[in-house]
């Protein structure tokens, strides 16, 4: 790697990694992967199927048994490891990222030193999976409770944070004594694929972790679910898939984790400080260009300087640069595909057409590439169709408000309920106001909210479960009870 030309993925793992090897689909399919900066095709990779799914799950089956006995301590210097690995590649990895994702560089950048610290924090957590011993309060017995494995993982990862929502798994998964199948998004599979070599070279045995690309994902994924071995699902994507994985799931009754789709809002009162709050939102709205699920997607601004906020944040939008990813010069890259514009376009056109204004942006530029154009619309109607879907893009709608209820009611009309976020200069306020958000995360006066140390994850139709923090873990572990008398 090292290089933003195409041919140095010729260097990279194209193939299915199953059981400690690079193996070719069962079929010998395989499908291209683009550059979102160009819409070329920079790499093929193996496209995996039905058979090769169970061949992955076979492989995990085999070393399931020794990782599970393998000894905490020696989990946790073997992703310890892979922290270190991760941290010497960064920038390798980071331009990786940019090139099949699009993403500008800072960002990548940002990405990958993020992703690592999942393997750092849950190789600290490997060895405290501690059980308890109680008295029964008859006095009988004791009470004594294990974490046990939970056995072994499917893990269905999104395009967005190729790096990031790979470790977020794998990490707590290996740390629990699980081993893993990463199913990788068929836009961005090469960086699952990355990770796959760094995780051999820390010490990971074979069968461990197991990484699928394919383009059938239906059917890959579904075949696993209803693989009797298979006990943990977790997956990263829309609500509308997790409906659909959850049905599948339900079959063999699997325990599963969801992450899925986000609504937040973003509020702004009129106390806040002004400045802050421009900085807060440039970051939630414009982390990845928008394409994340803790994307600000609904600017709430208190009336009285709502002008005064649409304004400069549409200078500060109107400045950044737009180009590829990997020109270290870009600060917002293409989107992910060209159906990610057409739908960014759609709903910014739908919102003008109910009165919206777009005061900078609103359109794709004239270049090859899957761009849009930062973007900020004001006037916005408060039923305007932009505010009930995920916009995945660097689109930023403003509507005002008048008082804090009416904000909060805004701000809670959706079914999603991920991450909200709040600016003001009363600290009451802004605790009232978390606590009534309906959402599973806060960020009070900061534009960032995700930290490998802390519980991510929704309520409503955004998931199920925690990622990060000590949470992260137990959602791969299974509470064992035993009655004992001595």
């Given at each position: 790697m090292g290089d933003t030309n195409p041919e140095f993925v010729s260097d990279l793992l194209t193939d299915l990694y199953i059981g400690g090897k690079a193996?070719?689909?069962?079929?010998?399919?395989?499908?291209?992967?683009?550059?979102?900066?160009?819409?070329?095709?920079?790499?093929?990779?193996?496209?995996g199927t039905v058979d090769d799914a169970i061949a992955a799950v076979d492989a995990a089956e085999r070393a399931a048994s020794s990782w599970a006995a393998t000894a905490p301590r020696e989990?946790?210097?073997?992703?310890?490891?892979?922290?270190?690995?991760?941290?010497?590649?960064?920038?390798?990895?980071?331009?990786?990222?940019?090139?099949?994702?699009?993403?500008?560089?800072?960002?990548?950048?940002?990405?990958?030193?993020?992703?690592?610290?999942?393997?750092r924090w849950y190789s600290e957590e490997a060895v405290r999976g501690a059980g308890s011993v109680a008295t029964a309060p008859s006095g009988a017995n004791r009470i004594v409770v294990l974490h046990r494995p939970v056995g072994i993982c499917v893990l269905v990862t999104p395009w967005n944070f190729p790096a990031a929502m790979a470790t977020r798994k794998i990490g707590p998964a290996l740390a629990a004594g699980c081993t893993v199948i990463l199913k990788p998004a068929s836009d961005t599979p090469l960086t699952a694929l990355a990770m796959a070599r760094i995780l051999a070279a820390a010490g990971v045995?074979?069968?461990?972790?197991?990484?699928?690309?394919?383009?059938?994902?239906?059917?890959?994924?579904?075949?696993?679910?209803?693989?009797?071995?298979?006990?943990?699902?977790?997956?990263?994507?829309?609500?509308?898939?997790?409906?659909?994985?959850?049905?599948?799931?339900?079959?063999?009754?699997?325990?599963?984790?969801?992450?899925?789709?986000?609504?937040?809002?973003?509020?702004?009162?009129?106390?806040?400080?002004?400045?802050?709050?421009?900085?807060?939102?440039?970051?939630?709205?414009?982390?990845?260009?928008?394409?994340?699920?803790?994307?600000?997607?609904?600017?709430?601004?208190?009336?009285?300087?709502?002008?005064?906020?649409?304004?400069r944040l549409?200078?500060?939008?109107?400045?950044?640069?737009?180009?590829?990813?990997?020109?270290?010069?870009?600060?917002?890259?293409?989107?992910?595909?060209?159906?990610?514009?057409?739908?960014?376009?759609?709903?910014?056109?739908?919102?003008?057409?109910?009165?919206?204004?777009?005061?900078?942006?609103?359109?794709?530029?004239?270049?090859?590439?899957?761009?849009?154009?930062?973007?900020?619309l004001v006037n916005v109607p408060s039923d305007a169709p932009i505010l009930r879907e995920e916009i995945f893009g660097p689109v930023a709608p403003i509507v005002t408000f008048d008082d804090e209820d009416e904000a909060i009611r805004l701000a809670n009309a959706t079914?999603?309920?991920?991450?909200?976020?709040?600016?003001?200069?009363?600290?009451?306020?802004?605790?009232r106001v978390s606590e009534r958000f309906e959402s599973g995360m806060v960020g009070l006066n900061r534009g960032l909210v995700s930290d490998p140390a802390a519980p991510f994850g929704g309520v409503k139709?955004?998931?199920?479960?925690?990622?990060?923090?000590?949470?992260?873990?137990?959602?791969?572990?299974?509470?064992?009870?035993?009655?004992?008398?001595?």
């Open positions: 193996v070719p689909a069962g079929d010998g399919g395989r499908f291209d992967v683009q550059d979102p900066a160009t819409g070329e095709t920079v790499a093929s990779v193996a496209d989990r946790a210097e073997i992703l310890r490891k892979a922290f270190e690995l991760m941290t010497e590649q960064a920038e390798d990895l980071a331009r990786l990222i940019s090139l099949e994702n699009g993403k500008a560089l800072i960002d990548a950048r940002g990405e990958v030193a993020y992703a690592a610290e999942f393997f045995p074979p069968g461990v972790v197991n990484v699928l690309p394919a383009r059938r994902s239906g059917a890959v994924v579904s075949a696993m679910l209803h693989d009797p071995r298979v006990r943990k699902l977790s997956f990263t994507g829309s609500t509308e898939v997790g409906r659909v994985l959850l049905r599948e799931a339900a079959d063999q009754v699997i325990n599963t984790s969801m992450e899925l789709g986000g609504n937040a809002p973003f509020l702004v009162f009129a106390d806040a400080d002004l400045d802050a709050a421009i900085e807060g939102a440039m970051v939630a709205k414009m982390r990845n260009a928008g394409e994340a699920c803790t994307a600000a997607n609904r600017f709430y601004v208190e009336s009285s300087i709502a002008g005064e906020f649409g304004r549409a200078e500060r939008m109107s400045a950044l640069t737009v180009g590829p990813g990997t020109e270290e010069a870009t600060q917002v890259g293409p989107l992910v595909n060209q159906d990610a514009v057409d739908k960014v376009d759609e709903l910014v056109r739908g919102a003008v057409d109910v009165g919206a204004e777009a005061v900078v942006g609103g359109n794709r530029p004239d270049r090859p590439g899957f761009y849009y154009d930062p973007t900020v079914e999603f309920g991920l991450v909200a976020y709040v600016y003001t200069g009363d600290l009451a306020r802004g605790l139709q955004s998931g199920i479960g925690r990622e990060g923090g000590h949470e992260g873990m137990l959602d791969y572990l299974e509470t064992q009870y035993v009655a004992v008398q001595w």
